[in-house]
Structures are given as structure tokens and as C-alpha cells.
């Protein structure tokens, strides 16, 4: 049996994060609190999201357990949640999952996990440049791209941080030096990627929020938000993009 | 380690541009013997021929053209339309998903090298799929493929899940690859094969066992025998001249089927051995109630419509329909005529027919559903006549005459049956394309572009367009039939995967530079759908110059 109470904007913010790569995903309720992960059906890109057992106002696991998620369903639910609602979750077999929240129950069906996509194994990535940011600015600066561009390309030296976008006769470049990140190792780094998914995953992000970004060359990307008060931790990592010669 | 499914694909890219059936018959003989595992030899030799199942294996894919679309959007990134004119200018999916794959620039975080195992594995559970949200995942499924094929992968994958690899591999060839590869003689394998259906099996017992063991197949129950066909006649005279004594039958105008009976349950298939069983639960039913267990039974099943038998496109139509069966079953009433039995507790394929046709009228208790088919044994002319006209006035096709002495050798068209027909020349031939009507018809596809077979390179050439024959009834059908086969559109025009083959009427065959055939027909009629024809077994090239050259001297003469 588990029956976990949770900040209505944590969980909200989570399904969000999972549904903008798939449909459907494992939970995993462990000691140490919520953990999901998948990867998109084109493999480009994986979403972590780790909850830990702290962020959660009630946390009652008797035993450890995976459930098959129908995330989108889920994420459908909680939309009319707001930010101070409490969310409880409880699931007292292997088939049902109930998410309330105000005075209304919901019973939502459970997915034979075998049948969901297999979970990936979190790759081990070398990536020198390491960049921390507010979440708001990164945020507004892949929105002006997307206005203009199906990719940018991000890149790191010495004189800071990079975000670049070309359009047909646009062009976007988004800077901030070492003053204005909040974190930067000053290496290189330069890789292109898709706006198509990088839009998806800045949605969950507002301004306050923080992001860490690992950059490599011509290699994924790995971009970790502290969202909704630092209680919920959401990594994204992305394949990149071949750049034309 | 299975083998990887990028050295299939290579394989298939050498055979590809093969033309010469020997070299094509060696290089496959060559890859099949270095193949290990069991099962990729079993899969490779079923991949070659663009099947993922045996034909009459109820499993299949039940993934479209729209599918493919759906999934290779999803990997390459580029939407629907921009595929669509991919494969107009390429005129083959396999081709345009070879592209796609490769102008991929974005790159994915996993790749996993693609096996022959992993790819059976995928089809499988494809193929296990149904009901809400099947869709979906099959999608997902082959997206999965995608992801990890190269582009030369890419290409053979999207013509295996679209089952025309486009190789000009038949079952010949790999019969004689089979025989080859693993030095038995390719009789033993055509007999094995002729049993069994399923030459990936074949092939494993050569490999495994050799001549013995392909010698020890036998007709199991539940698995589909090639049916024992009939040459045309050419006259009564030499029929009695050749057999003696002459088993003759009607010949119906009806639908062949061969029914298994045992083990508690029954299974009935095609001519062309799809499982139809559940088309026909009335005939499963009374042969439960009426035939003893144990047999293998061949026979004709026939529509009738307040006593009278209805054309063998209502017989068919109700194989087609294999979900809406409790509706129509109430329309028309199905009859089935044994003539003949394969299995008895036991093979008896190799007892001579006169008692073969004992044991068949001890195993079946005739009803008003089950009959066995009458015969009469004789030497006379006139007697053999006389069953002729019986049969025609009844509405049935001619007659059967039959050698009493000869065993039922599967998949045979041989001088120990023969049909004796109505001449009335027609064409059997694969619907290519279409163009949707106009006015009161713009909804309907209202004519369609066929195609003759060239058997050496297995390509499809035009002879004509249909565009006469059909009721409103008809338009609306076909329509529904073909609608899942459509490639792409260009206007009114459409492309189809060739899967239907349709049998045309015609008044004359003409040459012309305007088909690549080098022939066009002149005023074709559709006929009817060839329900128990695969584009496999429609008319060639050379039938047609054949049917020219009888026409020109008919003219002469």
C-alpha cells in the first residue's frame, strides 16, 4: 500500500515534465521517495524526475513499488490543481491508482509495467562545460529561437555562455557572461539540438527556477531544473543535432 | 548471437540487382548454409520471401501504409506530406524510408544494432496486438525498428513489413536454394514443402536432418496442405483414353477449401490456405456434428439462395468479411461438397482415389450442410457429357474427370484430374493502381490499373485500365478493399500496394507501345476479385503473348 500526500504543484509539474517525451511511464515509489524515467519513441531524448521523500507532505510506502502510469491521463487530472492544493495518491492494489485533491476522487487505471516501453539506463556522459542559470532567462531565450529556427546551437568559452539561433534571414544570440550565471567552469563546450524538444522541456521551468546545464562537444546535452521551490528535480538529456557542414 | 539484420540487408541489396535466377538460386544457397541459429535460418528463409508468417498462419502484422508513415515520421522528424512525395518520386516506400534514415540529422542517445531475432521478436508482438490503442503501439513498435536501422536497413524492414521485398525471390528459387545448400534433392523438397507450407521449416529440417528427415514429414492436422489442382481437358475422348475409367464430378462454382478435423476443433482453409474458419461457422458446426474426428477433407463450399446456387463471389465476399460474419449469415446459406480425403487418423494422400473416396463416405454423415459430391465412375462419353451439361444446368462450372487409380499428390496440377469447362478466356490480373470517379462516383474509386506478372523478374507491368463491370454495389466495395492499400495519391490517380488480383474479360488483346507490357487490352470488363489468387499466381507476360498469338491466327484462319 502507498499513500503519499504531495504539493499540488510538484506532481503537476512532474507529469508535465514526463508527458512532454511520452504517454506512458514506470513510477517508481522507493524509500527515498518518487522516481520515473523513459525515453522518447525516436530515442533522442530522456526525462529523469526524481521526488524526493522530503518534498512530499505525507510519504507512507510499506513496501517498494513500480506501477504502470497512463501519465498523459494523469497529467489531464491535474491540470485544475492549484499551486496550494494538497494531491493524495494512494494505490491499495495492482490495478488502480487513486489521485485526489479538493473534494474529488479520482480512480485512474494502472498499466502492466511490461507493457510500457524498456526503461533506459541513464547513459554516462563526459561533459566538460557546466553552466547554472535562472530557469526564467533560459527559458525566454529558447522561445525567441523557436520563433525563428528548428535547432540552435549552444557554446561555451571563457567569455561565457552562448545560445545561438539561425533562421532563413534571423538571427538570435542569447549571452550571459560569468557575472550573470550563477554557476560556469569557463571550459569549452559547442553542440547543436533540436528547438522542437528543447521548447517542450523549458514549459515546466518559470523564472527563479534554476538550471544546470552539462555541455559537451557535438555530444548530449544534460539539462537538470530545480523546480517547484527546489522540491522536485527534473532532468532532461538530449541528443544532439549533426550539424550541416 | 543472431544474426545481424544489416548483413540480411546487404544481402538483399547483391540480390537485388540479380536478374539471373541460377546466380540468385547460388548466392542464396551460399548465405543460407552459413546461417547457424535455427531460427534466423527459419526467419531469413520466410524474410527473403517478404513473408513474416506462413500464408496460412492466422498471425500477420496488420500494419498499413499509414503506419509506416506514422513511425517514420516520428523518427526522422519530417512530416507527412514531404514522405508522401518521397515515395511518389522513388515509387517505393522501402526506398523513401532508405532516405529518410539517411538525411536523419538528428541523432539519438541509444542505438541498438538490429538482429534477425530482434526483428522477429518486434513482429511478434506487433502482430499479438489488437483492440484499443493497438494502433498506437504498433506504431511505437516500429518506430523502435526504425531508431536502430541504418538506411539500407530501413529499406528492407518497410518492404518486409509491407510483404513485397521486390527481389524476385519465389518460392521456386528458394526451394532450389533449400536443396542446394544443403544437398538434398529439390523434389524431396518441393514434396516437404508442398506438405508443410512453410518452407522456413523446410529448410531447418534439411539443415537439421537432411534427406531423411524431409522424407519423414508427414500431413500433420492444423497445418494446410497445397491443394491437388486440375489441367483443362483437352477432350473427353482423351481423358478415357488416358485414365481407362473416369471419376467424373461436378466441378461447382464455388470456393475450395480443405477442412481439419481434430483434436476437438476444426480448421478450414483457402485455395490460397488463409484460415477462413471463422467466415464459416455454420460449415464448422455441422462437419463437428456430421464427420468422424480425425480427417483431413477437401471439398467446395457453395452459396445458395432459396435453393439455388448464388455466384462464387458470395462465397468469397463472406471470407473477406471475417468480422461482420452473423450478419450476412442469415442472407445466404453455405453448403459444403467433400470430394476427396488427405488424413485419416493418418496420411492417405498415397491410397488411389477410388479408396480414398471409400474412406470419405465412411467418415461423412451426410445433412443438409455437409454432402459429399456425387460420382460416377465410367468409360462412356456420353455419360461423362451428360454429367457436364447436369452441371451446368444447375449452374456449376463443368466437370471434374478424375484418374480413380491416382494418389492426391499436394499441390500437383497433373493429368489425374481434369477439368472440362465452358470456354470463356478471361485474365487474372493485379490491380496496380486506380482513379477515383467523378460526380456521383467522386467518393468512390471507380476505375483501376492492371498489371501482368513477369515471372523472371518478378516485376508488375501494365496492361490497361478497368473501368466497366462493376454495380454501384461493386464500386462501394472495392473502394473499402482498397482504401488500406493506398500508396499515395496524385489528384485523381492513386497508387496501391498490389495485393488484389481481379479477373477481366475482355474483347481482344492489342499491341501497344503505350503499357510496358508492350499489350493493352481492349475493352476490359471486371469479372470478379481473385479472392483465392495472391498477385503471386496472376497471369504473365508470356500468357498473354501466348493468347496474342492464338487471337492473330484465329483471324487468319
Keep these: 500500500m502507498i499513500d503519499a500526500i504531495i504539493g499540488g504543484e510538484v506532481i503537476k509539474t512532474a507529469t508535465k515534465a514526463i508527458v512532454s517525451l511520452v504517454s506512458e511511464a514506470r513510477f517508481h515509489f522507493k524509500e527515498e521517495g518518487l522516481h520515473s524515467r523513459a525515453v522518447d519513441p525516436a530515442n533522442v531524448a530522456m526525462v529523469i524526475v526524481d521526488i524526493p521523500r522530503e518534498s512530499f507532505d505525507a510519504y507512507r510506502v510499506d513496501e517498494e513499488k513500480t506501477v504502470g502510469v497512463d501519465v498523459n491521463r494523469v497529467y489531464d487530472i491535474l491540470k485544475t490543481v492549484k499551486k496550494k492544493d494538497l494531491v493524495e495518491i494512494k494505490i491499495e492494489d495492482e490495478s488502480h491508482m487513486k489521485v485526489k485533491f479538493g473534494s474529488v476522487e479520482y480512480t485512474v487505471a494502472l498499466i502492466d509495467p511490461s507493457a510500457i516501453r524498456k526503461e533506459p539506463k541513464i547513459p554516462e556522459l563526459d561533459l566538460p562545460a557546466k553552466i547554472v542559470l535562472d530557469a526564467g532567462e533560459f527559458k525566454k531565450a529558447i522561445q525567441a529561437a523557436d520563433k525563428i529556427a528548428d535547432h540552435v546551437i549552444f557554446r561555451s568559452d571563457e567569455t561565457g555562455f552562448y545560445i545561438e539561433a539561425e533562421g532563413d534571414i534571423d538571427k538570435i544570440t542569447f549571452h550571459m557572461g560569468e557575472m550573470e550565471l550563477i554557476e560556469f567552469n569557463r571550459e569549452s563546450a559547442r553542440s547543436m539540438f533540436s528547438v522542437e524538444y528543447l521548447k517542450e522541456f523549458v514549459k515546466i521551468a518559470g523564472s527563479g527556477d534554476i538550471v544546470t546545464i552539462h555541455l559537451g562537444n557535438n555530444y548530449p546535452v544534460r539539462l537538470i531544473f530545480d523546480v517547484a521551490d527546489g522540491k522536485l528535480k527534473v532532468e532532461y538529456i538530449l541528443a544532439p543535432r549533426i550539424e550541416a557542414e | ?557
Aim: charged fraction near 35%; glycine fraction near 8%; proline fraction near 3%.
Design chain 2, 1 to 557: 548471437m543472431s544474426l545481424k539484420f544489416r548483413e540480411f540487408a546487404e544481402f538483399c541489396s547483391i540480390l537485388e540487382r540479380i536478374s539471373s535466377t541460377l546466380e540468385m538460386t547460388a548466392r542464396i544457397a551460399t548465405f543460407i548454409k552459413k546461417i547457424e541459429d535455427d531460427n534466423d535460418l527459419y526467419n531469413v528463409i520466410l524474410f527473403l520471401m517478404g513473408q513474416v508468417y506462413p500464408t496460412w498462419d492466422e498471425r500477420e502484422l496488420g500494419v498499413g501504409v499509414g503506419l509506416i508513415y506514422e513511425a517514420l515520421k516520428v523518427v526522422s522528424g519530417v512530416d507527412r506530406r514531404r514522405i508522401e512525395q518521397l515515395v511518389k518520386e522513388y515509387g517505393d516506400l522501402g526506398l523513401a524510408a532508405e532516405k529518410l534514415i539517411r538525411g536523419k540529422s538528428q541523432m539519438t542517445l541509444f542505438a541498438e544494432e538490429l538482429t534477425i531475432a530482434k526483428v522477429r521478436e518486434i513482429f511478434d508482438k506487433i502482430a499479438s496486438l489488437e483492440g484499443e490503442g493497438s494502433q498506437k503501439r504498433k506504431i511505437m513498435l516500429l518506430t523502435d525498428l526504425y531508431v536502430s536501422a541504418t538506411p539500407i536497413e530501413a529499406r528492407y524492414l518497410t518492404r518486409l513489413v509491407l510483404g513485397e521485398m521486390r527481389l524476385g525471390v519465389g518460392e521456386g528459387i528458394i526451394r532450389d536454394a533449400i536443396a542446394r545448400a544443403f544437398l538434398v534433392d529439390p523434389e524431396l523438397v518441393e514434396r516437404a514443402y508442398m506438405i508443410t507450407n512453410d518452407l522456413g521449416r523446410v529448410a531447418v529440417v534439411a539443415k537439421n536432418r537432411g534427406k531423411e528427415g524431409l522424407k519423414e514429414l508427414k500431413i500433420e492436422l492444423h497445418v494446410p496442405v497445397r491443394m491437388m489442382l486440375a489441367q483443362v481437358a483437352e477432350s473427353i475422348e482423351e481423358a478415357i483414353r488416358e485414365m481407362k475409367n473416369v471419376a467424373v464430378e461436378w466441378k461447382f462454382d464455388g470456393s475450395r477449401v480443405q477442412v481439419h478435423w481434430g483434436n476437438g476443433k476444426v480448421t478450414i482453409y483457402s485455395r490460397r490456405l488463409e484460415n477462413v474458419t471463422k467466415a464459416l461457422p455454420e460449415i464448422v458446426e455441422a462437419v463437428k456434428r456430421c464427420v468422424k474426428e480425425g480427417v483431413i477433407l477437401d471439398g467446395e463450399v457453395i452459396a445458395v439462395k432459396d435453393g439455388k446456387p448464388m455466384p462464387f463471389q458470395h462465397v468469397l465476399r463472406r471470407f473477406r468479411r471475417k468480422h461482420e460474419i452473423t450478419k450476412v449469415m442469415g442472407e445466404i446459406s453455405l453448403i459444403v461438397y467433400f470430394f476427396d480425403i488427405l488424413y485419416n487418423d493418418g496420411e492417405v494422400i498415397d491410397l488411389p482415389l477410388e479408396e480414398r473416396r471409400k474412406i470419405l463416405e465412411s467418415v461423412v454423415k451426410e445433412n443438409e450442410i455437409v454432402r459429399i459430391a456425387n460420382q460416377i465412375v465410367t468409360n462412356r462419353k456420353d455419360e461423362i457429357e451428360r454429367v457436364f451439361r447436369e452441371a451446368l444446368d444447375a449452374g456449376h462450372e463443368g466437370a471434374m474427370l478424375k484418374n480413380p487409380k491416382s494418389p492426391y499428390i499436394p499441390g500437383k496440377r497433373g493429368k489425374h484430374w481434369l477439368k472440362l469447362k465452358e470456354v470463356m478466356e478471361t485474365l487474372d490480373l493485379v490491380v496496380i493502381g486506380g482513379e477515383w470517379g467523378e460526380g456521383r462516383r467522386s467518393h468512390l474509386i471507380s476505375s483501376f490499373e492492371l498489371a501482368c506478372r513477369d515471372p523472371v523478374t518478378g516485376k508488375l507491368l501494365p496492361v490497361g485500365k478497368v473501368g466497366t463491370g462493376f454495380t454501384d454495389e461493386d464500386l462501394e466495395e472495392l473502394t473499402e478493399l482498397f482504401k488500406p492499400l493506398i500508396e499515395y495519391e496524385e489528384g485523381r490517380k492513386i497508387k496501391f500496394q498490389p495485393k488484389i488480383v481481379f479477373e477481366v474479360a475482355y474483347q481482344e488483346i492489342q499491341k501497344s507501345p503505350k503499357y510496358e507490357s508492350g499489350f493493352a487490352l481492349r475493352f476490359p470488363r471486371f469479372i470478379r476479385v481473385r479472392d483465392d489468387k495472391s498477385p503471386e499466381e496472376a497471369d504473365t507476360i508470356e500468357r498473354i503473348a501466348k493468347l496474342y498469338e492464338s487471337q492473330l491466327k484465329k483471324k487468319k484462319a
